[in-house]
């Protein structure tokens, strides 16, 4: 069993920043991926980020240059740092890992909002 919890997310200007962490908790040590995902009002949740058990980050072709995925592996931590943000990025943020076979696990979201 895995436990996500998120932290960080809220109210952001346009151009500014933010850093989302998640802590996860349960047997990760050999996961498949972990990440973050998003879904905004209406639309289907999207991948935003996710770092393979290689270690090579994907982004959404939305995000490349403005958003770093990083993962702790001492802390146990995925941290997305947000930069320049936009009002399309507003959304609720998932953290998400992937644990073998397969195994999907999601955190309870945290909304960040982008004013304009």
């Known amino acids: 069993q895995v436990q996500l919890v998120e932290a960080g997310g809220g109210l952001v200007q346009a151009g500014g920043s933010v850093t989302l962490s998640c802590a996860a908790s349960?047997?990760?040590?050999?996961?498949?991926?972990m990440g973050w995902y998003r879904q905004a009002p209406g639309k289907q949740r999207e991948l935003v980020a996710t770092?393979?058990?290689?270690?090579?980050?994907n982004y959404a072709d939305s995000v490349k240059g403005r958003f770093t995925i990083a993962r702790d592996n001492a802390k146990n931590t995925i941290d997305l740092q947000m930069n320049s943000l936009k009002p399309e990025d507003t959304a609720v943020y998932y953290c998400?890992?992937?644990?073998?076979?397969?195994?999907?696990?999601w955190g309870q979201g945290t909304q960040v909002t982008v004013s304009s």
């Open positions: 770092i393979g058990s290689g270690g090579s980050p």
């Open positions: 349960g047997s990760i040590s050999s996961f498949i991926a």
């Open positions: 998400h890992v992937m644990v073998p076979p397969f195994h999907n696990y």
